[in-house]
């Protein structure tokens, strides 16, 4: 009689910018691909009280404080042939700091590719393309068995591995939920490491909440922007909902609540606009120059218009900006659902490749 093969182990790097909520929606995306194919082996390093809630961990998922003894079980686990290790997903700095990981784990990931096992990339993108950590981060991109990036740009920079939509478009509601109930909100969240739009735009923000009857809710989606939300809640007359990092999972939960009734999302942070579209909410990055990083991972996702620059436009133009991406959200909510779809196809390539229903070969892509 022959034996039955013994589970996976499935091993994934879960801590993040525990003051991001979109870090956790992220991870938690990612999770719930591997979750079916063996036991999660998380770490979640020193996390504040709500976001293993946040990342819906199960009872059944083994949890590490301890990067060091998160590690060692991988290795253990590595030397059987049953490991699987996943990269995180979400941006990669590509400096010395930003490259922990693909550095530190080179080892294991090697030990498990000797060993028969798997080791996956989903999801990730670069923050900025300097040759040399290109370089320092070749021998883990070689390492992967499955390589699928978020964005065009990654891809090609690093010459290896398929595009992909951003994780977080799986997440949110139903497509059947999105055209329901009353959307009656603009939602507005600015990033604090960016200089303040000029008076136009708060102009051309309140010309066009007024003229649609939109009540404006400034938000904090990562706690750092606290500041500067109350300041252009201040600018826009506007509510404030705050955060003080708490409670993460409760403060997704209340931000989705929001989301739903939002029928227009102005923002230059890519996982504001991307959890409020799943919640149905037409995206804008019309903020000062636009966005080069929103812009390119969106058009990965199948959209193309979402950033804008705004800069020397008067308040009439961008209001127009404005109405014009209200317009386009039924065409907008269908690309979400191409996106979505696409995910789909993805997460079953990338299944095939860990419960080996297929040849791992290196770099492999969708």
């Known amino acids: 009689m022959s034996r039955r093969p013994r589970p996976l182990k499935i091993f994934v790097p879960s801590r993040g910018q525990y003051d991001n909520v979109g870090d956790i929606i992220l991870r938690r995306q990612l999770l719930t691909w591997l979750r079916p194919l063996g036991t999660l082996h998380t770490y979640v390093g020193q996390a504040p009280a709500g976001y293993a809630e ?3 961990l199960a009872p059944q998922d083994v949890r ?4 060091a003894a998160w590690y060692r079980a991988a290795l253990f686990a590595a030397l059987t042939g049953r490991a699987v290790y996943a990269f995180k997903p979400g941006e990669i700095q590509l400096t010395m700091a930003g490259m922990k990981e693909h550095l530190s784990v080179l080892p294991l990931v090697a030990l498990c590719r000797l060993r028969g096992g798997r080791v996956v990339r989903v999801g990730s993108g670069s923050r900025n393309f300097a040759p040399l950590p290109r370089l320092l981060m070749a021998p883990s991109v070689a390492a992967s068995q499955f390589t699928a990036w978020r964005d065009a740009d990654t891809a090609a920079y690093i010459g290896r591995g398929s595009v992909m939509p951003d994780l977080a478009f799986g997440e949110g509601s139903p497509a059947e939920a999105l055209e329901r109930g009353t959307r009656d909100r603009l939602v507005v969240s600015l990033r604090s490491d960016r200089p303040m739009p000029a008076d136009a735009w708060f102009a051309g923000l309140r010309e066009y909440a007024d003229r649609a009857g939109l009540g404006i809710t400034v938000i904090s989606q990562v706690t750092r922007d606290r500041q500067r939300s109350a300041e252009v809640a201040a600018r826009l007359h506007a509510e404030l ?81 404005l109405e014009q991406a209200v317009q386009q959200r039924p065409a907008t909510l269908a690309a979400l659902a191409a996106a979505r779809a696409e995910l789909q196809e993805v997460r079953e390539a990338m299944v095939e490749v860990v419960a080996g229903e297929q040849p791992a070969l290196a770099g492999a892509t969708v």
């Open 241 to 321: 909902f705050d955060w003080d990092g708490t409670d993460p999972a409760a403060h997704e939960a209340a931000l989705r609540r929001l989301y739903a009734r939002t029928l227009l999302v102005v923002s230059d942070r890519l996982h504001v606009l991307i959890a409020a579209l799943t919640e149905g909410a037409a995206p804008s990055a019309a903020v000062r120059g636009g966005s080069e990083k929103i812009e390119r991972h969106f058009a990965a996702a199948g959209f193309t218009g979402v950033s804008a620059a705004v800069e020397g436009l008067k308040a009439p133009a961008i209001a127009a900006l």
């Open 64 to 67: 590490y404080a301890s990067f």
């Open 54 to 56: 946040g990342l819906e």
